[in-house]
């Protein structure tokens, strides 16, 4: 072979090496880069993802301190909350609003917050951030978990009755607000409440024998009432006040929002406690 073939042929083979080299380069570049564009944009303050299409789940509470707790009832509030902090899924968000008569979602939006999960989830599913994972991890685990509780306690501490209780109407704004075209799964409303009714238009304290089936007939019912699509759990936490705990122990009363909640507002689940005290 002469030395121009033998330089021709070297030429050749250093081309193919470096096209193979080019071709792993590229597939190394394009796997990073879907990849990367797969991961969750999240927000760097909550930690919840940019896209709301994004099939996550949603827990929301509704607190209603319109009247004030006892001893028993605060020690019981502030370890449901503890709990349910705990339980909250990865990616998931936690919502919490306390009932506000003026039915102002602003105004009654306490904290809103989402579990990145461990330094791991962190690392393999969320675009980076300026936070480190670590961070994220104790922001969450420390810092936003101290804030729900700082909330919690100031909500219970402030003890501000209110004139009217609004139970429907928060609930209705709640599950339009959060759930309205929402598909995420393992979604949850958890209510801690005496569930009294207390309107202009419907009050309880007045009609304390009010039946479901009376009620779905009424013109104010189809204006409360909403479509949870089979797709939210409701669970109430059911406060006794005293001078209403007949009312409340009545089985007509649980009955009532079990209906209310199962046929008149599609809810996929529902459960309901007595809280003592």
């Known amino acids: 072979m002469s030395f121009r073939d033998r330089k021709r042929s070297g030429d050749i083979k250093g081309f193919a090496i470096i096209a193979v080299v080019l071709a792993?380069?590229?597939?190394i570049a394009s796997y990073f880069f879907i990849n990367e564009s797969k991961k969750v944009k999240i927000d760097k303050d909550t930690f919840c993802p940019k896209d709301q299409n994004l099939n996550f789940g949603k827990t929301v509470a509704l607190l209603d301190l319109t009247d004030p707790l006892n001893k028993a009832q605060k020690e019981f509030f502030i370890k449901e909350i503890e709990q349910l902090k705990k339980e909250i899924p990865k990616h998931?968000?936690?919502?919490?609003?306390?009932?506000d008569q003026e039915l102002d979602l602003g105004k009654s939006r306490m904290i809103t917050m989402c579990n990145p999960g461990s330094i791991q989830d962190i690392e393999s599913t969320y675009e980076k951030i300026s936070i480190n994972p670590n961070e994220i991890r104790k922001m969450w685990s420390e810092g936003f978990s101290e804030q729900i509780s700082n909330v919690v306690n100031n909500i219970i501490a402030e003890e501000n009755?209110?004139?009217?209780?609004p139970v429907m109407e928060m609930f209705q704004l709640i599950?339009?607000?959060e759930f309205k075209n929402f598909k995420g799964n393992s979604n949850n409303i958890i209510i801690l409440s005496d569930m009294i009714q207390n309107t202009e238009t419907l009050s309880m304290y007045q009609n304390n024998t009010l039946s479901f089936l009376d009620f779905r007939n009424t013109e104010f019912f189809s204006k409360v009432r909403t479509n949870l699509d089979n797709n939210v759990d409701v669970t109430?936490?059911?406060i006794k006040r005293d001078g209403s705990r007949k009312m409340q122990?009545?089985?007509n009363f649980?009955?009532?929002?079990?209906?209310?909640?199962?046929?008149?507002?599609?809810?996929?689940?529902?459960?309901l406690?007595?809280?003592?005290?």
């Open 249 to 251: 122990e009545n089985k």
């Open 92 to 99: 998931h968000r936690l919502t919490i609003y306390t009932l």
């Open 161 to 165: 009755p209110q004139n009217t209780s």
């Open 236 to 238: 109430l936490f059911i």
């Open 24 to 27: 792993i380069s590229i597939a």
């Open 273 to 277: 406690k007595f809280v003592d005290g």
């Open 175 to 177: 599950a339009l607000n």
């Open 254 to 271: 649980s009955e009532f929002w079990a209906q209310y909640f199962y046929n008149g507002n599609k809810a996929k689940n529902f459960k």
